[in-house]
């Protein structure tokens, strides 16, 4: 007997990005299509945000089914990000995956967006067991699979890495844009950085902080005869060497023999240098998510519905609650033995 193709539409809104994801469970990607709220001016802004996905879901969920050249009635389920993320962005990807399963009776499958950007990882660079190093706009974490879910040894205390690198730039007026050229803005201005300035650098065990950093590097912006390149280099330094720091000692702890690198911070390829040489220093071998599924997309929460789905996790629409503080180390991950 053949056994039915399982075919998982996954759709992903936590924050600036609505994408809408098709994935088989050999892991083939049918379709991946996204658009991406762009404020005029600050940060993200959730209710424009949130207005932004509401506004071009539809098209970007006809666009994916048209991409994978299949119908809906060939889907066999819907995926949704349910959390972490920015409440009113989370609700507008779930009023659509809760219409999409009510309407064609779909089993609906709840995924967490931090374990969609571990599984996707993953099943794209083909690590089996890593010390898990994420790094996006709003997470900061390093963690590993053990007992039934993925631990976290290490993380931010305050705020994330990747918004930590975007509020600096942009309180300097080097942003928007934050990526110029295919880096960061603050990797780009450090390029021509000669000199290190003494800046806060602030590691407890595997934790670390970065408010402090922040609003040091900001007052030193503004004494004079500091150069804004000086100051990019040395703010990227510590801000990287911190991370690099606690994962050496979750790795140290973990005896692990690979790393993996995921989230939107970690395209850097400044980043993503200091990671390999610290895993080289531990005989462990570096796996870099690929850039284009580094970032916030539909893909990893359709993926990880299908791990769901396999292993017979659904949830009642009427259940599908958001949960914008849903951390990672709270999720079973029963399709790992």
């Known amino acids: ?62 666009k994916a089914l048209a991409e994978a050249h299949i119908s809906i009635d060939k889907v066999s389920a819907i995926a949704i ?66 007992g039934g879910r993925y631990r976290v040894f290490g993380e931010t205390l305050d705020i994330a890495l990747g918004n930590c690198l975007d509020v600096f730039a942009r309180k300097l007026g080097l942003a928007p844009p934050y990526i110029i050229e295919g880096l960061h803005v603050v990797d780009k201005y450090a390029e021509k950085g000669e000199k290190i300035i003494d800046l806060p650098y602030v590691v407890k065990g595997e934790d670390l902080s970065y408010s402090g950093l922040l609003t040091a590097a900001l007052r030193k912006a503004r004494e004079p005869g500091v150069r804004i390149e000086d100051l990019c280099l040395s703010f990227r330094e510590n801000a990287y060497n911190m991370l690099v720091e606690a994962a050496e000692r979750a790795l140290a702890h973990t005896k692990k023999k690979e790393v993996l690198l995921t989230g939107g911070v970690g395209a850097s390829p400044i980043l993503q240098g200091k990671l390999k040489l610290m895993a080289k220093e531990h005989q462990a071998k570096l796996y870099i ?49």
Not at 95 to 123: C, D, Q, T, W, Y
């Open 1 to 62: 007997m053949v056994s039915k193709r399982t075919i998982v539409l996954g759709i992903e809104s936590t924050a600036h990005t609505f994408g809408c994801g098709i994935v088989d469970d050999e892991g083939n990607i049918l379709a991946d299509v996204r658009s991406v709220y762009v404020p005029e001016k600050g940060g993200i802004h959730p209710r424009e945000a949130a207005q932004h996905h509401s506004t071009h879901c539809s098209e970007v969920v006809k």
């Open 289 to 337: 998510t690929p850039k284009k599924y580094m970032g916030d997309n539909g893909v990893m929460i359709a993926w990880t519905g299908v791990l769901l789905y396999k292993s017979g996790i659904t949830v009642d629409v009427k259940e599908s609650f958001i949960k914008q503080r849903w951390r990672l180390d709270e999720v079973d991950i029963p399709w790992i033995s």
């Open 81 to 146: 990000a349910l959390g972490p993320g920015l409440g009113p962005c989370l609700r507008s990807g779930a009023v659509i995956a809760r219409a999409l399963a009510v309407h064609f009776s779909k089993p609906l499958l709840p995924v967490n967006h931090a374990v969609a950007h571990i599984e996707i990882g993953k099943m794209l660079t083909g690590a089996k067991d890593p010390l898990i190093v994420y790094v996006s706009g709003g997470n900061t974490i390093i963690a590993a699979f053990s």
